[in-house]
């Protein structure tokens, strides 16, 4: 990923810029949480571009960033700085924040996921804790949202990396597991012909799983408040549709991103509307965060 001049930009310029999906539903949440939103993926999305980038020392960094968070020490990011006065403001759980830097720390060296429990933990790491912090972001009373929350947080992270199968492989990283289709990212970097179809079997496994944690996440949509219901709804089915444009290609990973165009954003967000009608909420599918014991926002932590 190119990295953000954060500093020449607004928080929302840089959502704009980087965040397509997210930007777009951020137009129904109102100035407000539109504007805490932005802020939180500003910071979000420094901290990825430090993982990503080809700056000397990125582990010290994060590392560094880590310790600020967790010590609320005074950094020479601002973006840091804007994200503890954020923290403070809505009370986000920091833990969440500082597994998310554990996670592009994970990043850092060459990535080979041995199974499908240590892929959900790292999707929980990189994303479920972002769908923590934005429960306090969108003024959630409902404690038992986190749980879906951080369904949502996977569910898009699963996508992400069935459609940047390619350009992960291309910077050493196989997240697909192992035991799905143990192929080095180097063998997939290279689009040879004989692991096209078992990383694209593997790849449509990646937007099943993803498929579980989507239909939980649009269950606990309705917990809450009633401003923020539709625009997350609208980033969660606009997020889904990579997987459906995806499965359109027949999985066809090497031919490069799947993207899903402004027509298809307008009708997903008119469709949207229907999830609006009032439902009870079950409880949460357990079954779903057995991997994931002992990370922020899970068994109450």
């Known amino acids: 990923m190119d990295a953000v001049q954060s500093g020449q930009l607004t928080s929302k310029q ?27 993926y500003e910071f979000c999305r420094f901290v990825d571009d430090i993982a990503d980038g080809d700056l000397p020392h990125r582990h010290e960094t994060l590392e560094d960033i880590s310790q600020s968070l967790i010590h609320h020490q005074v950094s020479a990011a ?6 503890l006065q954020l923290a403070k403001d809505i009370d986000i759980p920091i833990n969440a924040a500082t597994e998310l830097l554990d996670g592009m720390l994970l990043d850092q060296q060459p990535t080979a996921v041995k199974d499908e429990a240590e892929l959900l933990r790292y999707c929980h790491a990189v994303a479920g804790t972002v769908g923590l912090m934005m429960c306090r972001v969108l003024d959630c009373q409902h404690a038992r949202a986190d749980q879906f929350a951080i369904d949502l947080g ?91 444009v995806l499965r359109r290609r027949h999985y066809a990973w ?18 949207s509307l229907f999830d609006l009608r009032l439902k009870k909420v079950p409880p949460h599918p357990s079954d779903l965060h057995v991997a994931l014991k002992g990370l922020a926002g899970i068994d109450g932590k």
């Open 14 to 40: 840089v959502l704009a810029k980087h965040g397509k999906s997210f930007y777009w539903a951020s137009f129904f949440l109102g100035k407000k949480l539109a504007d805490r939103a932005a802020r939180l």
């Open 78 to 83: 601002t973006e840091v700085q804007a994200f």
């Open 154 to 244: 996977i569910a898009m992270q699963l996508t992400n990396i069935a459609r940047d199968v390619l350009e992960d492989a291309k910077m050493g990283r196989r997240y697909i597991p192992a035991d799905w289709a143990n192929y080095t990212a180097e063998d997939i970097a290279q689009a040879q012909t004989q692991c096209r179809d078992p990383v694209a079997m593997a790849t449509e496994r990646l937007l099943n799983l993803a498929e579980k944690y989507y239909t939980s996440a649009l269950l606990g949509i309705q917990l809450l408040p009633f401003r923020s219901r539709f625009s997350i709804t609208v980033a969660l089915r606009i997020y889904r549709q990579i997987g459906i």
């Open 254 to 271: 090497w031919k490069g991103r799947a993207m899903v165009c402004k027509t298809e954003k307008i009708i997903i967000s008119l469709y």
